[in-house]
């Protein structure tokens, strides 16, 4: 297979997630193909893994500069691993071998001044521009489908932008790349015994600036819920020029500037770097798997620890649809993941409290396996505790992408979908979104299947809710049948969230695939400031066109369905 690349990176599998020699283990395949084997009116068999020569790319519709030449790629493997994201929609196109959109050149700038030259070249010539950090948008975000108003694309790379440049001990920050992957933004943090400790799901294969460009929702479940919280100063390239926000603990100085940042979805410009507020690594844990006998009580014990004060660094309640699809405990009992760490203090009043909590709604738990998850990380208790429920259901969460993926190639649809919901409101709003996503299931595959649900986040006033969708698609609708199906199934989705009241994204962004939803969320009065904010920074409307806001005067409109 043709891997020629101008990537530095380790290989990644163009097609979906992991790096290109990463396969299933046994003991996996075995467990996917018996939840296969479950699926009712059968699977079919497993498309084969897509090579670069499957695809017949046209050529670049403009020609590169040669100034640019050795940073600016047009090999096929470089335009196919930036033709999409890595949602589902994305991999089952990458396995239909439908790639209509595939950028024109990818860039790999090594600094500013090369990114500059790259945005003028793009104006010059009306290209649209794509920033990509990991490409792990699950919404669209990256894919070059940016209408017919523009001579070509190119998909703008951070790879290089890859060093913690920066660290201020004293007051606990540091200026980062942008397109610092997780891992190697924690490994260059470590030895100065600090951490972001921003874990997104995506966390291996994603960066800082996308993280930040889509206001990640990180592992915290309370609190510093997603970047935002950690963000001190950013630093934007633009079309128009370069804007540094001043790194300041706080300012009331008018609108937030890195408020405007935030959420741009790469329709402003690039952030290039921030500096980031840091933390020490924690010294002190305890976790509780917690069951309950029905969903509502476990819903009021969550509400009553959001509402404590408590601030636990995870509590997370699955469902029952959730437990039984994560093979978590009994695979039955709703059941809460409760958490809590510290560089400071030991955990155990927290966690206390926290139990009283839940045993006043009924919630029951093991209370030696809560004594040895606070014993030492290094020590035998502590490992035996990472064997059990939270243990399962944090190595299952791991390797979901891996899963979904085997998956698609025998033409099942596993996607997920998230929301926010006022307590007052969360009742009949889980209720219906279930049964319309289930209804719209059973419409488009001839079966019923569960839609399971857990919070990832819990504030006071409210859950973000994350519901996970399996639809099978019988053994001859292979992957195009299977994306036509998801395209209603999506519209469903975004649909029930609105209709009822959620927000559009709570932390997977806008994209292309939520624009809709997000214009019925957000009032138009707001949409055309935040239009007139983007021709400041981008007068010429390149930055990445059809995510977010519609581009004034090359229209891409919006894909996919209606709402209903
Ligand atoms: C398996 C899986 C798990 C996930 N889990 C989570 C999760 O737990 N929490 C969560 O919030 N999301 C999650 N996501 C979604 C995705 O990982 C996040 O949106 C993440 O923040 C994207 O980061 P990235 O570096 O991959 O950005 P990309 O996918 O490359 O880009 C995302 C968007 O940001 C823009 N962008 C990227 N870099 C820059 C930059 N430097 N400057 C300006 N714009 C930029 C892009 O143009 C695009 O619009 C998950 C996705 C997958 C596939």
Request: hydrophobic share 40%; net charge neutral.
């Amino acid at each position: 297979m043709s891997t020629a690349t101008l990537s530095r990176r380790p290989l990644r599998r163009f097609w979906g997630w992991g790096l290109a020699d990463e396969a299933l283990g046994d003991d996996e395949r075995r467990l996917v193909q018996g939840l296969l084997a479950q699926l009712p009116g059968g699977v079919a068999d497993a498309v084969a893994e897509p090579r670069v020569e499957d695809f017949a790319l046209p050529p670049p519709r403009v020609p590169r500069p040669e100034a640019l030449a050795h940073c600016v790629s047009g090999l096929a493997h470089d335009r196919l691993s930036h033709a999409y994201g890595k949602s589902y929609a994305d991999l089952a196109r990458m396995l239909m071998r439908h790639v209509p959109h595939a950028p024109d050149w990818v860039a790999y700038p090594a600094d500013e001044d090369e990114l500059i030259r790259v945005l003028e070249w793009a104006g010059r010539e009306q290209l649209a521009v794509v920033p990509y950090g990991g490409g792990s948008s699950v919404v669209g975000g990256v894919e070059p489908d940016v209408g017919d108003g523009w001579r070509g694309s190119v998909t703008v790379d951070l790879e290089r932008f890859d060093r913690v440049r920066q660290v201020d001990p004293t007051s606990r920050s540091a200026l980062i790349d942008a397109g610092c992957y997780g891992p190697d933004l924690e490994a260059q943090l470590r030895p100065h015994g600090l951490t972001l400790r921003h874990y997104p799901q995506s966390f291996r294969f994603s960066t800082l600036g996308g993280w930040i460009a889509t206001r990640a929702g990180g592992h915290y479940a309370t609190q510093a819920t997603r970047i935002d919280a950690f963000v001190q100063a950013t630093r934007l390239v633009t079309p128009a020029g370069v804007v540094q926000k001043r790194r300041l603990p706080g300012s009331g100085a008018g609108p937030s500037v890195d408020g405007l940042v935030l959420g741009s979805e790469g329709s402003f410009g690039i952030v290039t770097q921030a500096w980031m507020r840091l933390q020490p690594r924690p010294r002190y844990r305890a976790s509780a798997a917690v069951r309950f006998a029905a969903l509502a009580p476990a819903v009021a014990a969550v509400r009553a620890i959001a509402q404590s004060g408590l601030q636990p660094a995870n509590c997370r309640l699955l469902d029952s649809a959730e437990v039984a699809f994560a093979g978590v405990g009994d695979r039955r009992s709703p059941t809460l993941v409760l958490g809590f760490e510290s560089a400071d203090h030991p955990l155990q009043a927290w966690m206390a409290r926290a139990l009283e909590l839940v045993a006043d709604h009924g919630g029951r738990f093991d209370a030696d396996a809560v004594q040895r998850s606070m014993a030492p990380a290094d020590s035998a208790e502590a490992a035996e505790h990472r064997q059990g429920a939270a243990g399962q259901w944090r190595d299952a969460f791991l390797r979901m992408p891996y899963w979904r993926d085997e998956a698609a190639r025998h033409g099942v649809i596993l996607d997920t979908f998230e929301t926010a919901i006022t307590w007052d409101r969360f009742d009949a709003f889980y209720a219906a979104v279930r049964e319309e996503v289930g209804d719209a299931i059973r419409r488009v595959t001839g079966h019923p299947m569960p839609v399971s649900c857990r919070f990832t986040h819990v504030y006071p006033d409210g859950p973000a809710l994350y519901f996970t969708v399996v639809a099978a698609t019988g053994t001859q609708a292979g992957p195009a049948g299977a994306w036509a199906r998801w395209r209603e199934i999506k519209a469903a989705c975004n649909a029930a969230v609105v209709r009822h009241g959620g927000t559009s994204t709570h932390h997977h962004a806008v994209g292309r695939d939520h624009r809709r939803a997000y214009e019925a969320e957000v009032p138009a009065l707001l949409r055309a400031a935040l239009a007139a904010a983007k021709a400041q920074f981008d007068p010429q409307g390149l930055m990445n066109p059809g995510v977010l806001l519609e581009p004034q005067g090359r229209p891409v409109g919006i894909r996919g369905g209606t709402l209903g």
